[in-house]
């Protein structure tokens, strides 16, 4: 069997005399790739745990200075609302127009409310406010810090006594946590507000009928699982970021590279975590309210 | 502690410093005086930069100590190192200023970091320093952007010696400038030497700084191409000296000729 296999980063597999390549050699190239792959994998995720644990440290130490809280809380809540909003808007009115049809279908389109209104709340609000954070400002976050790592900016903060992780990853995570809930109200809100509009003035459904379903259709736990959950998203938001921004390589390709590693490493953890948390909080929800189990 | 640390602001001795996976520091011995200017050159790769970045604490040595003032740096706890930090001060490369503050902010940074000195008295230092570096009070609301290499680098310089530091390390001061702003450059750092007692540790390899404003020159070589158990500092003594140096590759850095080296480049 002859094969011409290039593998890069690798020893090179080890050529018979007739210069082929056996499929034992192929397999050791693949078990040393993927061997490297999940070293490094492990490696990287213990180095992003410490970096978080020096963080909260300083966070329970040291609480950063004011003037620098209120820049980032500005820069990464109040600038972010805008956007957060005009999305809501739109994947309220999307929710109408794909709901529309099957509920009509049935003569249900008066209870539309219901799964626009809880999907929001329950699950489209805080991913899409999360996505749109780690959009805009995780990746923004990356870039600068990664600048300021190659500029020798970082260096010249320690050097003048200040942390670096106290003075620009401190308020950075601190906006995130203490924001996002925000940020995910205004989707939630804008959300309901958008597929109301679409559902009555668009798809002409009556307007009380819309109202009193919706009504009936979210519970406070609904709510608050929504917000409990973002808060997760923005600190690993922040983490994450923060995190590639301070490991950044050297030039013009190592910025982008952390910024972009920076939003798919983000959204990536932000579905992993709303996996795991959606589970937990069903186990909560129906230990609190057993009722609820028998519905479903 | 022993006698001879005391008498040393710096003390270094056997270190070793690996970076990146790299071995760049091979068995350094050197101890700077207070009050010393010390040039530290070679070519690009020599380590002399590692080495600067060591012995102010943002490198950790693979082995080795490092003294300051008798203190051994590696022994210190993060806020014991801040610490000692603030008594140095750094001027690096590319000036290093937060292009997110105006120059105000950014020579008043190592003032609000460090000390309880109210509105005023930062207001009055930041502008007594900046005239001291040859800059007019109108710059202190420009960006770092709006600002020349040159004009960046006395900002840099500004900063460094706002806290009136014990040691001021240079690294490549005069690195990308013309011929006057580096001797304007050069001048200054005289000019900081003669209002305040520091010692200052000058990373380059301008010739002309090393041989105008330092008292030592320290000359690494390498570590690849060293022959076996041959000391990485090829030279250690007065700028004077340079020219008179038995080793060839002293004389010829010093001249600036590439001979063998074009070959082993070239090939």
């Given at each position: 069997?002859?094969?011409?296999?290039?593998?890069?980063?690798?020893?090179?597999?080890?050529?018979?005399?007739?210069?082929?390549?056996?499929?034992?050699?192929?397999?050791?190239?693949?078990?040393?790739?993927?061997?490297?792959?999940?070293?490094?994998?492990?490696?990287?995720?213990?180095?992003?745990?410490?970096?978080?644990?020096?963080?909260?440290?300083?966070?329970?130490?040291?609480?950063?200075?004011?003037?620098?809280?209120?820049?980032?809380?500005?820069?990464?809540?109040?600038?972010?609302?805008?956007?957060?909003?005009?999305?809501?808007?739109?994947?309220?009115?999307?929710?109408?127009?794909?709901?529309?049809?099957?509920?009509?279908?049935?003569?249900?389109?008066?209870?539309?409310?219901?799964?626009?209104?809880?999907?929001?709340?329950?699950?489209?609000?805080?991913?899409?406010?999360?996505?749109?954070?780690?959009?805009?400002?995780?990746?923004?976050?990356?870039?600068?810090?990664?600048?300021?790592?190659?500029?020798?900016?970082?260096?010249?903060?320690?050097?003048?006594?200040?942390?670096?992780?106290?003075?620009?990853?401190?308020?950075?995570?601190?906006?995130?946590?203490?924001?996002?809930?925000?940020?995910?109200?205004?989707?939630?809100?804008?959300?309901?507000?958008?597929?109301?509009?679409?559902?009555?003035?668009?798809?002409?459904?009556?307007?009380?009928?819309?109202?009193?379903?919706?009504?009936?259709?979210?519970?406070?736990?609904?709510?608050?699982?929504g917000i409990f959950k973002s808060v997760f998203f923005g600190g690993m938001i922040a983490v994450i970021s923060c995190?590639?921004?301070?490991?950044?390589?050297?030039?013009?390709?190592?910025?982008?590279?952390?910024?972009?590693?920076?939003?798919?490493?983000?959204?990536?953890?932000?579905?992993?975590?709303?996996?795991?948390?959606?589970?937990?909080?069903?186990?909560?929800?129906?230990?609190?309210?057993?009722?609820?189990?028998?519905?479903? | 502690?022993?006698?001879?640390?005391?008498?040393?602001?710096?003390?270094?001795?056997?270190?070793?410093?690996?970076?990146?996976?790299?071995?760049?520091?091979?068995?350094?011995?050197?101890?700077?005086?207070?009050?010393?200017?010390?040039?530290?050159?070679?070519?690009?790769?020599?380590?002399?930069?590692?080495?600067?970045?060591?012995?102010?604490?943002?490198?950790?040595?693979?082995?080795?100590?490092?003294?300051?003032?008798?203190?051994?740096?590696?022994?210190?706890?993060?806020?014991?190192?801040?610490?000692?930090?603030?008594?140095?001060?750094?001027?690096?490369?590319?000036?290093?200023?937060?292009?997110?503050?105006?120059?105000?902010?950014?020579?008043?940074?190592?003032?609000?970091?460090?000390?309880?000195?109210?509105?005023?008295?930062?207001?009055?230092?930041?502008?007594?320093?900046?005239?001291?570096?040859?800059?007019?009070?109108?710059?202190?609301?420009?960006?770092?952007?709006?600002?020349?290499?040159?004009?960046?680098?006395?900002?840099?310089?500004?900063?460094?010696?706002?806290?009136?530091?014990?040691?001021?390390?240079?690294?490549?001061?005069?690195?990308?400038?013309?011929?006057?702003?580096?001797?304007?450059?050069?001048?200054?750092?005289?000019?900081?030497?003669?209002?305040?007692?520091?010692?200052?540790?000058?990373?380059?390899?301008?010739?002309?700084?090393?041989?105008?404003?330092?008292?030592?020159?320290?000359?690494?070589?390498?570590?690849?191409?060293?022959?076996?158990?041959?000391?990485?500092?090829?030279?250690?003594?007065?700028?004077?000296?340079?020219?008179?140096?038995?080793?060839?590759?002293?004389?010829?850095?010093?001249?600036?000729?590439?001979?063998?080296?074009?070959?082993?480049?070239?090939?």
């Open positions: 069997m002859s094969l011409s296999v290039s593998t890069q980063n690798d020893p090179a597999p080890r050529r018979p005399e007739n210069g082929s390549v056996t499929i034992r050699d192929m397999l050791y190239a693949w078990v040393v790739q993927w061997g490297a792959a999940v070293v490094n994998g492990v490696a990287t995720v213990g180095d992003i745990a410490l970096f978080a644990w020096q963080m909260l440290v300083w966070i329970f130490t040291r609480l950063p200075q004011r003037g620098t809280l209120l820049v980032n809380f500005y820069q990464i809540g109040v600038l972010s609302l805008p956007v957060v909003a005009l999305t809501g808007t739109f994947i309220g009115m999307v929710l109408a127009v794909q709901s529309y049809y099957q509920f009509h279908a049935i003569g249900l389109e008066s209870h539309l409310g219901v799964v626009i209104n809880t999907s929001l709340v329950r699950e489209l609000g805080p991913v899409l406010a999360a996505t749109m954070l780690a959009g805009r400002v995780g990746s923004a976050m990356a870039a600068v810090l990664g600048t300021m790592r190659v500029t020798e900016q970082i260096d010249a903060l320690t050097t003048m006594g200040a942390d670096p992780i106290h003075y620009l990853v401190v308020p950075r995570f601190l906006a995130c946590i203490f924001l996002i809930p925000a940020l995910t109200i205004m989707a939630d809100f804008m959300g309901i507000v958008g597929g109301y509009f679409y559902s009555v003035m668009v798809l002409d459904i009556d307007h009380a009928a819309y109202l009193t379903h919706s009504r009936d259709g979210v519970v406070g736990f609904d709510l608050f699982s995190y590639q921004g301070f490991h950044c390589k050297p030039g013009a390709e190592g910025v982008g590279k952390a910024a972009t590693q920076a939003f798919v490493y983000s959204f990536v953890m932000i579905l992993a975590i709303d996996l795991f948390l959606n589970i937990i909080l069903d186990k909560i929800y129906f230990a609190m309210y057993p009722a609820g189990a028998n519905i479903l | 502690m022993s006698d001879s640390a005391a008498e040393h602001l710096i003390d270094v001795q056997h270190l070793h410093v690996d970076f990146h996976g790299q071995k760049i520091l091979k068995d350094i011995s050197v101890s700077i005086e207070a009050g010393e200017t010390v040039a530290v050159i070679g070519e690009s790769g020599c380590g002399k930069t590692v080495f600067m970045k060591t012995i102010v604490g943002l490198i950790p040595p693979t082995r080795g100590t490092l003294r300051f003032d008798g203190q051994d740096l590696s022994a210190l706890s993060p806020p014991a190192l801040s610490d000692v930090r603030r008594r140095f001060g750094f001027v690096f490369q590319n000036a290093a200023l937060f292009d997110s503050m105006t120059i105000f902010d950014n020579v008043a940074f190592p003032m609000r970091q460090s000390t309880t000195a109210d509105d005023d008295e930062i207001h009055e230092r930041v502008l007594k320093h900046l005239q001291e570096v040859g800059l007019p009070p109108t710059v202190i609301s420009k960006r770092p952007s709006e600002l020349s290499g040159g004009m960046r680098k006395r900002v840099g310089i500004a900063r460094a010696i706002i806290l009136q530091p014990e040691l001021v390390v240079y690294d490549e001061p005069t690195t990308g400038l013309d011929p006057i702003m580096s001797d304007v450059i050069n001048e200054l750092m005289l000019d900081v030497r003669r209002r305040y007692p520091v010692t200052s540790v000058i990373v380059t390899h301008d010739m002309r700084t090393a041989q105008k404003v330092s008292d030592r020159v320290l000359m690494f070589y390498p570590r690849a191409r060293l022959a076996k158990d041959e000391p990485q500092v090829l030279y250690d003594g007065p700028p004077a000296g340079l020219d008179q140096c038995e080793d060839d590759r002293v004389r010829q850095f010093v001249r600036g000729e590439a001979g063998q080296r074009l070959m082993e480049i070239t090939g």
